[in-house]
């Protein structure tokens, strides 16, 4: 499909590119460039890509698919290094979790022929690093893509095979309606998630041995959202903020109500409550986009076998 | 180890003692009651114990071990009801997430010579009802007792070991104490993520189809608790009042500083709190109290597959 794929940035997602690439034969030849030296002897190790390098603008001379995998804090910087390397004709794509920033940050880097079409693969775990990715990450999962007006219709159109060839679903929306509806299914849970972990941090020290001892209760749920990569979450919430301090108010308005049925001891009003939001689940699995197995099908009855060293937390 | 075990309410839990206790031999036989004719033929088609009734008094008759499995709210009717038909000599036990209320409640009915010994095995799943229950739910979880001062050793000895039978690691601790430990790893989660879903549930429908549709970046790993037992947890909320609303006020207050940090965009307080909640995770996978697999070991690659009847929804 395209003779040489640049993946700037090779943590969870680049890697996870990478490893179907190569599965589904998509490229000759994968160029792979991080920052970081020890990064990148990391994913030379796992024979990532054909060529490592530290400069950026190395790895895309000559590449027809550009992808920047980096946290979108990096892209400005990024894109002055990499803007006049970039090849006439070629896509120029991202996995960034917020789009109308990305837009605004690339933009004014982005040289004359060179087709920019941002995207969000909505897929990841709680793990990253170049040791984290998996091939089989992106399937049955959507990958959206924020074309502007004036896209080319046939660089759209070779992204979003590229996509269905690594196993995903793809559609394409506005950057804005993306930042809003990510806001409220990714980047307030998240905001919370981490909310709830660092007030049990919080504690004093003979309570929150017991939290992390009684944590099956519930609270361990949050806690995988909660492990998720610091520096691109950080990103996140500094770049989409509007979207989401208005989902965040949503919440809260919500909570104080609720917080008010619980101070009252208001039976009904919680049961109410309770009983649609488990229909809100249902429409989930029917979508296919969740399990039906009780506890995500966590295997009850094998313990869980304690880890000397956690691979996914680079 | 007991000649005659009651277990009065048959749900996620009650289902899943009887399944453990003809296991492991536990029992000569089990007795279940529940107010509900068609709950009872469901555990009767299920083949869950050796006799069944709506009359709970009945059903406990004989019984040396007795465990309401009901919501906490059905307890105070449960008791008026069974008092006066409990052996002397037998232990009285249950299974609510909170224990204190159960105390108040339960201690009126007590006739001389029942050892009442609160319960409460965490352990569950988002599904209910009596075809939810499975033997292993209990195995390598936390059950915690909290017996009053006068309790007979003896007695707690016995229940301590029919948990441990089922797998269970038991701590005994006082009622208090308990229902402030699980305020902040259960209820307040539970809280939490009930409120997220209906701040969802609420959106205009268009987005709200969205939502589901992307609900993989997120937001549905909330979904999983906010799909529980409706009628327990209104109970829970009514019955443990001041620990739920004093650790829910701390979490607003965090949650308000972290909104502070989004709105005036401070990277570094964000950076911060994202890196230490990472650890907390860590500490309970050592703990063995969930596995290190990403994603909760959601089988990835493999599409969720809808289905046409959730059985666990009752």
Redesign the interface.
Known sequence: MFEKIALVGIGLIGSSIAHGVRRHGLARSIAIATRRQETLDEAEALGLGDSYTTSAAEAVRGADLVILCTPV?AYGAVMAEIGPALEPGAILSDVGSVKAHVVKVVAPHLPEGVHFIPGHP??????SGPS?G????F????C?LTPGADADPKAVDRLVTFWQAL?SRVECMSPDHHD???A???H????????????????EQD?RS???????????????????D??M???V??TN?DA??E??G???E??SR??R???V?D?PA??E????????????????????A????????S?????AT?K??A
């Open positions: 804090g909505i897929a990841g775990t709680e793990h984290a998996f091939a089989d990450l399937i049955n999962r959507w959206v196993g809003l509806v990510l409220i299914t990714s307030v849970p998240h905001l919370i998630a981490y909310n709830i972990v660092g007030t049990v941090a919080d504690l309570t017991e939290v992390i001892k009684f944590s099956a209760s519930g609270f361990r749920d949050f806690t995988r959202i909660a492990a998720s610091p520096v979450w950080r990103d919430f500094l903020r989401v301090l989902m965040l949503r919440f809260l919500d909570l609720l917080q049925a619980v101070r001891g039976g919680m049961e409550l309770f009983t649609r939001t488990r229909a809100i689940r249902r429409s989930i699995i029917t979508a296919g986009q969740e399990t039906s009780p506890d995500f099908g966590r295997l009850q009855g313990p869980a076998k304690p880890e956690d996914g937390s």
